[in-house]
């Protein structure tokens, strides 16, 4: 089946940074990878997403890359502020469904 | 409206109660799920509708028993839970089921302890 892992686990950086996090997954028929935020004690929110017939998507500070023949996608912040504090989910699709990485946990620190 | 919204936010229960989480969403999606979410860890799937059709159980213990009255409601009836069982359970729609290739709208979660 498919699996995804998630790069870091925790991530900290200062106010003004970029951060960076990687995901792989296995299954070569996955063609949808959205990225998933969830701040404490709240749901997951879709922040962004990307087709496998693209290679970037950007969305102000917010941009994925996806690399198909390397099977790995990733998730870049620039311009960090403390409110991108939270765990970030990446996905991937296997067959009708989603499978999650296992969370990155991203702290923001003023 | 654009959001999935479910019922109650937070529910106690013992271990011989029987109880029901709801969720509704007036987007037009025609799939929608149920997840379960441990702390620190990511969304489970439970079980997934398709234009009001199960068509994927992951496998979930009988105690938990969904329903989809219609294309915009889903159960989940809860009956004799254990105190793993605990968690938040989240509800999500999409557009279209089968094809996995939208992306979900998360409702805010059940968040319940089993006592």
């Known amino acids: 089946g498919e699996n995804v892992e998630q790069h870091p686990s925790t991530l900290s950086v200062q106010e003004g940074d970029s951060a960076v996090i990687k995901c792989t997954y296995s299954?070569?028929?996955?063609?949808?990878f959205p990225w998933y935020k969830q701040e404490l004690g709240k749901r997951p929110q879709l922040i962004i997403d990307i087709r496998s017939n693209v290679g970037e998507k950007k969305d102000q500070r917010i941009a994925v890359t996806l690399n198909k023949t390397a099977k790995h996608f990733s998730l870049h912040i620039t311009e960090t502020q403390p409110e991108d504090s939270a765990v970030y989910f990446c996905a991937a699709t296997y067959g009708q469904n989603f499978v999650f990485g296992p969370g990155t946990r991203l702290s923001v620190l003023p | 409206d654009t959001e999935v919204t479910q019922t109650p936010k937070h529910l106690v229960m013992g271990m011989t109660n029987k109880k029901s989480l709801k969720c509704e969403q007036h987007m037009g999606h025609r799939a929608m799920y149920w997840y379960k979410q441990k702390a620190k860890k990511p969304p489970e799937l439970m079980f997934v509708?398709?234009?009001?059709?199960?068509?994927i159980n992951e496998s979930v213990p009988s105690r938990f028993s969904p329903e989809c009255p219609n294309s915009s409601l889903l159960n989940l009836h809860l009956h004799a839970l254990q105190p793993e069982d605990s968690a938040l359970y989240l509800c999500?729609?999409?557009?279209?089921?089968?094809?996995?290739?939208?992306?979900?709208?998360f409702g805010s979660g059940t968040r319940l302890t089993v006592v």
């Open positions: 299954d070569s028929a996955s063609n949808y």
């Open positions: 999500a729609s999409s557009l279209h089921g089968g094809t996995g290739d939208y992306g979900y709208t």
């Open positions: 509708y398709s234009y009001e059709k199960l068509s």
